[in-house]
C-alpha cells in the first residue's frame, strides 16, 4: 500500500517536471521554433483547437516562421490566436500563409523571458510539492486507519521527500539551463 502511494507520487512529479519542461520550450531563447506556438489555441468552427492541429510551421530563418494552415477558413482564427498571444510578434497574412516576424531579443525582453521562465519554474516546484502533500495524506489516513505502523511510514515519508528534492532539482536545473540560454547572445 506504502509503496503504490510512493510509486503514484512519484509518478505525478515526473509529469509535472515534464510539464515544466514543455512550458520552457515555448520560451523564445533566440531562435524562433515551432514549438513556442504549442500552447495557442484558436478557435476552429467554435471549438478551441491547438494551432499545432490545424497548420503546419516553417522555420524560414533564425527569426521567421511560416505558418500554413491546412484549412484556409482557419487562417483569422490562427492570426487573432496568435496576435492576442504573450509571444510579442504581429503575423503578416497574404492570404495563403502567416509570416511571423521574431524581433530581435533585447537585453529588456530577455530579462521578461528570465521573469516568466522563474515563473513557470516556481508553478512547477508548487505542483510538485502538492502532489507531496497529498500522497503525506494518504500515508497518515494509512496509519490512522491502522493498515501500517508508525515507523512504515515514517521510512516512506523520507522517501517521498528524497523523490520531492529530485524533482524539485530537476526544475531548478532547467530553470538554471533555460537562464543561461536566454543570457547568450
Known amino acids: 500500500m506504502i509503496n503504490q502511494v510512493l510509486s503514484d507520487a512519484d509518478t505525478k512529479m515526473g509529469k509535472s517536471v515534464e510539464a515544466t519542461r514543455e512550458e520552457f520550450a515555448a520560451i523564445r531563447a533566440g531562435r524562433a521554433n515551432p514549438s513556442m506556438f504549442s500552447k495557442l489555441v484558436a478557435d476552429y468552427y467554435g471549438t478551441p483547437t491547438p494551432i499545432q492541429q490545424l497548420a503546419s510551421f516553417t522555420s524560414q530563418d533564425a527569426r521567421t516562421i511560416l505558418i500554413a494552415p491546412f ?8 492570426e ?7 509571444l510579442g510578434v504581429n503575423p503578416a497574412n497574404d492570404g495563403k500563409v502567416l509570416r511571423c516576424v521574431f524581433p530581435e531579443l533585447t537585453e529588456e525582453r530577455r530579462k521578461e523571458y528570465i521573469k516568466i ?3 513557470k ?15 503525506k495524506q494518504a500515508l497518515e489516513k494509512l496509519e490512522k486507519d491502522g493498515e501500517v505502523g508508525k515507523d512504515d511510514v ?12 529530485k524533482h524539485t532539482d530537476a526544475i531548478d536545473e532547467m530553470l538554471k539551463n533555460k537562464e543561461a540560454e536566454l543570457l547568450e547572445v
Not at 519554474?121 to 500522497?135: F, L, M, P, Y
Open 71 to 78: 484549412d484556409m477558413s482557419a487562417i483569422a482564427g490562427i
Open 117 to 119: 521562465a522563474k515563473g
Open 121 to 135: 519554474a516556481e508553478d512547477g516546484r508548487v505542483s510538485v510539492r502538492n502532489i507531496r502533500r497529498t500522497a
Open 154 to 165: 515514517t521510512g516512506a515519508e523520507k522517501k517521498l521527500d528524497a523523490s520531492t528534492k
Open 80 to 86: 487573432r490566436s496568435i496576435r492576442d498571444s504573450d
